[in-house]
């Protein structure tokens, strides 16, 4: 049975329809990314999806119960029961601490327990941080104290609505990561979002145009994308002997099980200690994106002046995945055959290299 299911619903305001007749279902463990311009009613669908609103007519069954008739005060125990909030305004008491914020999340539902509290906010990476003012804390922390104030009751609907939106790349990425966290332990999420590089990780996005859904799975090109984030993820890693995530926009993506089996699948990665490592077939392509984004940040800073390293990062991200081999070969041709990145990391050589004498085209990691 899907964890949510939506007949025929539509929410009026007066003559104006915010949603027109929409079907659709969601399954236990599915990541859902809804998406849309301003005013095409993902914040309707959202209420109605988390038990915040309801409909002017349809159906919402939730975990097989039909929530669409419930009364407001039916709703607010049946939330706080069932979906953890995480929103793009961070809502924390001010003159409470990070881990009394969470513990008044878990005093609403039930009763407060200090020590599940602390093992929340650790397992977000504040395990340092318990005794600290909202004030005190970065967005990206108070960020992920609403990830674990969300969690702390065991909800089975994570609703996020655009919880990267106040946060620089940096935090972004460090929330995603705990995202990503979340789904590989089976928590279904949904998340509304304006941003195509979070909505591609989704397994599927619901798009929204005035009122009406239109459901989407990801494209075999962004999947390729996607594969090709990994392999360059775990290319610098295996080079630099820790972890190392060094696309500025880009998030920690090692961390998304779900997206390396289904590399495994393909033969791109196995299975090591635990955890995955290239395999053959994944060291020849990884190093074809590596070549393709390090040629890229030099033609970006030698030849257009960007002295950024933000921004060299975030445009070779982009660039790295559109580059043929025959162009790649050219800018590597323009450039003088370079050894070496902006950031000093060497360069794989290409078939123009080898032809050209500049050093093999073999680099073994």
């Known amino acids: 049975m899907p964890l949510i299911e939506v007949r025929n619903l539509t929410k009026a305001y007066g003559d104006v329809a915010a949603l027109a007749d929409v079907t659709l279902s969601i399954e236990k463990g599915e990541w859902i990314a809804i998406m849309g311009p301003s005013g095409s009613g993902k914040t309707t669908l959202v209420n109605m999806l988390g038990a915040l609103d309801r409909p002017t007519s349809g159906r919402v069954v939730f975990d097989g119960r039909d929530i669409s008739t419930l009364s407001?005060?039916?709703?607010a125990v049946f939330r706080r029961e069932n979906i953890g909030l995480v929103f793009q305004q961070f809502h924390l008491v001010p003159y409470l601490?990070?881990?009394?914020?969470?513990?008044?999340?878990?005093?609403?539902?039930?009763?407060?327990?200090?020590?599940?509290?602390?093992?929340?906010l650790a397992s977000v990476g504040?395990?340092?941080?318990?005794?600290h003012l909202p004030s005190q804390l970065s967005g990206g922390e108070q960020q992920r104290v609403c990830v674990a104030r969300a969690l702390i009751n065991h909800p089975k609907l994570i609703l996020a609505d655009e919880p990267t939106g106040?946060?620089?790349?940096?935090?972004?990425a460090l929330v995603l990561g705990l995202f990503m966290k979340l789904h590989n332990a089976g928590h279904t999420i949904i998340m509304v979002t304006h941003s195509p590089d979070v909505g591609r990780l989704a397994n599927r996005r619901f798009e929204l145009r005035h009122g009406h859904v239109r459901a989407e799975v990801r494209s075999s090109?962004?999947?390729e994308e996607l594969f090709e984030d990994v392999l360059q993820q775990l290319w610098e890693r295996q080079e630099a002997g820790a972890d190392a995530n060094a696309c500025a926009d880009t998030p920690n993506l090692l961390e998304n099980r779900s997206l390396l089996m289904a590399m495994q699948q393909k033969g791109l990665v196995v299975a090591d200690n635990g955890g995955f490592a290239l395999s053959r077939q994944g060291v020849d392509h990884a190093r074809d994106v590596i070549r393709?984004?390090?040629?890229?940040?030099?033609?970006?800073?030698?030849?257009f002046e960007i002295r950024s390293n933000e921004q060299i990062e975030?445009?070779?991200c982009v660039l790295e995945h559109v580059l043929s081999p025959e162009v790649t070969?050219?800018?590597c041709k323009f450039l003088g055959h370079p050894k070496e990145c902006p950031h000093k990391r060497p360069i794989p050589g290409g078939e123009c290299c080898e032809r050209s004498g500049k050093f093999p085209k073999v680099n073994n990691m």
């Open 97 to 120: 601490t990070a881990l009394e914020n969470v513990m008044l999340a878990q005093y609403l539902h039930s009763m407060a327990d200090e020590e599940e509290a602390r093992k929340a």
């Open 126 to 131: 504040l395990g340092e941080r318990l005794r």
């Open 314 to 316: 975030s445009n070779a």
């Open 221 to 223: 090109k962004e999947e």
């Open 329 to 331: 070969n050219s800018i």
């Open 72 to 75: 407001s005060a039916d709703l």
């Open 292 to 303: 393709r984004h390090r040629l890229a940040e030099r033609l970006f800073q030698d030849t």
């Open 166 to 172: 106040n946060l620089d790349e940096a935090n972004a």
